[in-house]
């Protein structure tokens, strides 16, 4: 009787061991899955600290320092990306933002642009900025509006939401932003965000016209 | 040896049965959580058995008709509300989307809209018609772009991206939609709702303006 009291326990400790294992993994892997809501307007504050982490807190302009607002999370996330970053934007005049992709482009991550052709010619677009230092940019050929407002960062952050990528939308309007790492929401705008690339591929389309 | 094999077998295969249910659950929760993104612009097609589901297949219109498109699958999220629709809409001109809504209303669904006010003057807004139809509808009294494009349905389903409901957005632009069951995503646009609705409150306002 002890040598079967003995061996059931043993059997029940490893059953509970299994399962407690089993109960954190699952845990751990749906807490390392980002999904975080931004809203806007997010409160003006000074972002120097983001691109330059080294710098002391310094008192070169009036804002307040060391905020943590939606636009210095927004910012962080964009600045995470390691290897690559598809922007799929219908307007593009917010200079920091431009900042930080020009920043991960001098970091080697590799960046592809695509943006609504109407939208990237007003004036404070930095779509320009952007294809001056070596960025390679895309402009929507279509007649109607590249509406979309995504990106994906590493292929795996998805970044989406009404906030267009402007100083009003940042500053002013109310917005909303999704940060999401779901692959089931990710993955649509990796395949929308190829598509769409593979559509507006310039030699395609001058091609096409030429022909 | 022989009740030792025997209780052991007995505690291993129970062991084993509760590690089964206990992943066919967890399977089951994620598979009921719903993560689906819609693009467009969608596919025209006869919407009319969305909205009347016992009527046949007629020819009463020159679309397609049982094709299953990003707009059909949007008006059906929405149409699924069973108890409340809260909206949070910078442009709403879409009739189909306007009768998918004021069909709701019909049914006893609490319906709330929380709209741009400079937008929901403009030519073919619905605003008006939710209006005297006795929905709820609050405008934006800041300066500044209520810019947002979200719907929860039932306090539970989130449905957000880059299109206002309007004709263009849904049958021309390039844009994007998410519908979310996710509470970290959903709970934050349940909250921010309920903030921007209280803040417009038309009493609280006009009793502001007249103090």
Redesign the interface.
């Given at each position: 009787m002890w040598?079967?009291k003995v061996?059931?326990l043993g059997?029940?400790a490893?059953?509970l061991s299994?399962?407690l294992l089993?109960?954190l993994f699952?845990r751990r892997r749906s807490e390392r899955i980002t999904?975080?809501?931004l809203?806007f307007?997010s409160e003006v504050a000074c972002v120097e600290h983001i691109f330059s982490p080294t710098l002391p807190h310094s008192h070169v302009c009036s804002l307040p320092h060391g905020v943590d607002t939606s636009f210095s999370r927004l910012l962080r996330y964009i600045l995470s990306a390691c290897s690559s970053l598809d922007l799929c934007l219908?307007s593009f005049s917010n200079m920091d933002l431009s900042r930080a992709v020009l920043l991960l482009h001098s970091r080697g991550v590799t960046i592809r642009v695509l943006t609504d052709k109407v939208y990237s010619a007003i004036s404070g677009s930095q779509i320009g900025v952007l294809r001056k230092a070596g960025i390679c940019v895309r402009c929507?050929v279509?007649a109607?509006?590249?509406?979309?407002?995504?990106a994906v960062v590493d292929g795996r952050t998805l970044i989406?939401?009404?906030?267009n990528w402007t100083l009003?939308?940042v500053q002013?309007?109310?917005?909303?932003i999704?940060i999401?790492e779901?692959p089931?929401?990710v993955q649509?705008?990796v395949k929308?965000f190829c598509r769409?690339w593979g559509l507006n591929d310039s030699a395609q389309y001058l091609s096409s016209v030429t022909d």
């Open positions: 040598t079967v061996v059931s059997v029940v490893l059953s299994l399962e089993f109960w699952s999904n975080k809501v809203f307007p219908f929507d279509s109607v509006h590249m509406h979309h407002k995504f989406t939401g009404s906030l009003t939308a002013s309007n109310m917005e909303n999704i999401t779901e089931d929401l649509p705008f929308e769409l």
